[in-house]
């Protein structure tokens, strides 16, 4: 599962099977008992959340979407 940064205790990642046919770009944020999913594109989007609370959920999409190209990256890096 490549990790693509960690932020506060919360590892930005995706998994190395991503489907078949693949999925489009997301990132996979997880933590100590919490997860959650948020597609890319065409704007950075909530998939799912099993964990975070409201307030968390924002701060993570923020930085999902500060950090947008760095996520894009790694994945067409890893995937190319």
């Known amino acids: 599962m490549p ?3 960690t932020w ?3 590892r930005f990642h995706f998994f190395a099977n991503e489907g078949d046919p693949r999925e489009p770009v997301h990132v ?4 100590r008992g ?8 065409p704007v950075v989007e909530l998939a ?8 968390a959920i924002k701060r993570l999409q923020e930085v999902a979407e500060e950090r947008r190209s760095e996520i ?4 067409h ?3 190319a």
């Open 48 to 55: 799912y959340n099993r964990g975070y609370d409201a307030r």
């Open 77 to 79: 890096d890893f995937f």
């Open 3 to 5: 990790n693509v940064f």
């Open 72 to 75: 894009e990256e790694a994945w």
């Open 34 to 41: 919490a997860t959650a999913k948020f597609w890319l594109s």
């Open 28 to 31: 996979h944020v997880s933590r």
């Open 8 to 10: 506060n205790g919360v």
